[in-house]
């Protein structure tokens, strides 16, 4: 099955620098990458995906890009805000069957102001 | 659009009883839900897999006639906890993928419930 390590585990900005959060998957057949920003007790929040045909995809301070190849993808915040503080998932997930997301361990973002 | 509701936020129950846990979707048809569990500073965790008008899928190691779950409607699946023990004690997610989606994979989270079993 599908598996997805995630890195760094936490990673500590000052309030305007870059932050960058990486991500390998396993299987070649997963086609979407989604990730998500989960505050304290909250649901996961969908922050950006991308799919397999698309090599980066951008949203305002917000993008990912992805590398087939070497199956993986990155999440990249510029500018970072106190308010960019959270917990963030990848997650990988194929077409077909139930389409299920495998999640990636977290990655603990603290932005300083 | 695409709203997931959990019922209820939080439940404290006592060693040996179950808990339901509902899961609905408010303005579209889930044809598949999914449960998730995640403990404190953890990842989440897929548990079963629930399709309107059939079985759960479970997932390994997950004990499906301590977790059970039902997809009664397409916009309503519950998960009961039987007999729960404070190792059951998590946060419980759901995700609901609307059935228009055809290969496109958004899933739409709940709130999430957080179960203490005292």
């Known amino acids: 099955g599908e598996n997805v390590e995630q890195h760094p585990s936490t990673l500590s900005v000052q309030e305007g620098d870059s932050a960058v959060i990486k991500c390998t998957y396993s299987d070649s057949a997963s086609n979407y990458f989604p990730w998500y920003k989960q505050e304290l007790g909250k649901r996961p929040q969908l922050i950006i995906d991308i799919r397999s045909n698309v090599g980066e995809k951008k949203d305002q301070r917000i993008a990912v890009t992805l590398n087939k190849t070497a199956k993986h993808f990155s999440l990249h915040i510029t500018e970072t805000q106190p308010e960019d503080s959270a917990v963030y998932f990848c997650?990988?997930?194929?077409?077909?069957?139930?389409?299920?997301?495998?999640f990636g361990t977290g990655t603990r973002l603290l932005v300083s102001p | 659009g695409a709203v997931v509701s959990q019922h209820p936020s939080r439940v404290i129950c006592k060693s040996g009883t179950s808990v339901k846990i509902e899961c609905r979707s408010l303005?579209?048809?889930?044809?598949?839900m999914f449960w998730y569990r995640q403990f404190p500073k953890k990842s989440l965790m897929l548990m079963a897999t629930?399709?309107?008008?059939?079985?759960?899928?479970?997932e390994q190691g997950v004990e499906k006639d301590k977790f059970l779950i039902n997809h009664a409607s397409l916009t309503l699946s519950t998960l009961t906890v039987t007999s729960a023990h404070p190792e059951d004690s998590s946060f419980y997610i759901c995700s609901a993928r609307d059935r228009r989606g055809g290969s496109y994979n958004e899933q739409f989270f709940g709130p999430g419930t957080r179960l203490t079993v005292l």
């Open positions: 303005d579209f048809q889930a044809t598949t």
């Open positions: 997650a990988a997930s194929m077409s077909g069957g139930f389409q299920k997301l495998v």
């Open positions: 629930s399709n309107e008008g059939s079985k759960a899928t479970y």
